[in-house]
T-cell receptor
């Protein structure tokens, strides 16, 4: 069951904020966020476990609403280096260790 | 600490052939997951191995199989290749369940 990400693509000017959403129809145990730059492998950003806690570092943070099975990634004061495709990966409750990724959100930050 | 390595990096095959891809995880990592990445579908989960046991499998036909060796290195095999199997195949390793995954550079498979 692939989670649904929105928006599919977003273009920002440097310094602007963005929110990327990820939702699942199944009960989730955890949500992972990764960023992939063109021609490179995905790189881990953060994990959120069920419990609704918000995590983050510097200007990238995320939340997980366990009741709604939704997670959001917040990018504030975007930098050029934030450009890339963001993927959420979800691990369902009692499904064993299987990370199902969404189709990704393409983010482009312009000067 | 060496990262995840995948070999080969590029492969060109013809329909009907079979292919084996290899993944060496980060030292100490016992979990290896495989993903197929295509422009339209994003990252799709193939299977995950932990200590030589397949713990989970994605929604792919039986032509896709894998295994893990005692040193945690993993291989995936695709038999009777189809044009639609053309994709970037990524493997990722982690220490265990629900942990951060470290991705390898991938193997680009082209089926002609």
């Amino acid at each position: 069951q692939q989670p649904v990400q929105s928006p599919q693509a977003v273009i920002l000017r440097e310094g602007e904020d963005a929110v990327i959403n990820c939702s699942s129809s199944k009960a989730l145990y955890s949500v992972h966020w990764y960023r992939q730059k063109h021609g490179e492998a995905p790189v881990f950003l953060m994990i959120l476990l069920k419990g609704g806690e918000q995590k983050g570092h510097e200007k990238i943070s995320a939340s997980f609403n366990e009741k709604k099975q939704q997670s959001s990634l917040y990018l504030t004061a975007s930098q050029l280096s934030y450009s890339g495709t963001y993927f959420c990966g979800t691990e369902r409750v009692n499904s064993g260790y299987a990370l199902n990724f969404g189709k990704g959100t393409s983010l482009l930050v312009t000067p | 600490k060496a990262g995840v390595t995948q070999t080969p990096r590029y492969l060109i095959k013809t329909r009907g052939q079979q292919v084996t891809l290899s993944c060496s995880p980060i030292s100490g990592h016992r979990s290896v997951s495989w993903y197929q990445q295509t422009p339209g579908q994003g990252l799709q989960f193939l299977f995950e191995y932990f200590s030589e046991t397949q713990r989970n499998k994605g929604n792919f036909p039986g032509r896709f199989s894998g295994r893990q060796f005692s040193n945690s290195r993993s291989e995936m095999n695709v038999s009777t290749l189809e044009l639609g199997d053309s994709a970037l195949y990524l493997c990722a390793s982690s220490l265990g369940s629900s942990g951060e995954q470290f991705f390898g550079p991938g193997t680009r498979l082209t089926v002609l």
